[in-house]
């Protein structure tokens, strides 16, 4: 099992409309989790930090279910700029805190 | 600031040749690493630094050396290419380790 799991999509929503995604991790030991978002061919850029009371900037929305442990991420009112790889990122809970990636959600926003 | 800067942006080698990937940044960051990503899969973890003269071993160290003689390089020497060292890599840098990482904008490796 990986350690961290998310859908690959792609998810194919219309311009304006609500998308979530959603990502597991296996470590319950894990200290801290990301959003991160990757153009076609760039670098990953870190969209948010996901807190265990849930965090918004501006259309984004990041839970954190510990119990359960996953991650979510809300859009709203999707734009065509949204149109992203988005990468979950968590921190591993050993002493080299070391990073541990998804493999990425493919979304795709039409026109 | 330019940030994280890599050079080459894109390398062809033959199996069995060597190369060296370079990382710099400005920013006095004390955490540097390097990534690959491949498809379908997450970022990997090659090798990381915490600091000048300190680095360690990732995930995936295999067939990667690095060294860190400066605050501001790390570059990332493959021995002798293989194909499956074909992939995307990326460096990072962040103030210390757990703080957010700067990419910069990777190198696409192709070993023929």
């Known amino acids: 099992r990986k350690e961290v799991e998310q859908d690959p999509g792609p998810f194919n929503v219309p311009e304006g409309a609500t998308v979530a995604f959603n990502c597991t991790y296996s470590?319950?030991?894990?200290?801290?989790f990301f959003w991160y978002r990757q153009d076609c061919r760039k670098e990953p850029k870190l969209l948010m930090s996901?807190?265990?009371?849930?965090n918004e900037d501006g259309r984004f929305t990041a839970q954190l279910n510990r119990a359960s442990q996953y991650i979510s991420l809300l859009i709203r009112d999707s734009k065509l700029s949204d149109s992203a790889t988005y990468l979950c990122?968590?921190?591993?809970?050993?002493?080299?805190?070391?990073?541990?990636w998804g493999a990425g959600t493919k979304l795709i926003i039409k026109p | 600031n330019a940030g994280v800067t890599q050079t080459p942006k894109f390398q062809v080698l033959k199996t069995g040749q060597s190369m060296t990937l370079q990382c710099a940044q400005d920013m006095n960051h004390e955490y540097m690493s390097w990534y690959r990503q491949d498809p379908g899969m997450g970022l990997r973890l090659i090798h990381y630094?915490?600091?000048?003269?300190?680095?360690d071993q990732g995930e995936v160290p295999n067939g990667y050396n690095v060294s860190r003689s400066t605050t501001e390089d790390f570059p990332l020497r493959l021995l002798s290419a293989a194909p499956s060292q074909t992939s995307v890599y990326f460096c990072?840098?962040?103030?210390?380790?757990?703080?957010?990482?700067?990419f910069g904008p990777g190198t696409r490796l192709t070993v023929l």
């Open positions: 990072a840098s962040s103030r210390k380790a757990t703080d957010t990482q700067y």
């Open positions: 996901v807190y265990s009371s849930g």
């Open positions: 990122v968590v921190r591993s809970g050993d002493s080299n805190y070391q990073l541990i």
């Open positions: 630094s915490v600091g000048a003269g300190i680095t």
């Open positions: 470590n319950s030991a894990s200290q801290s």
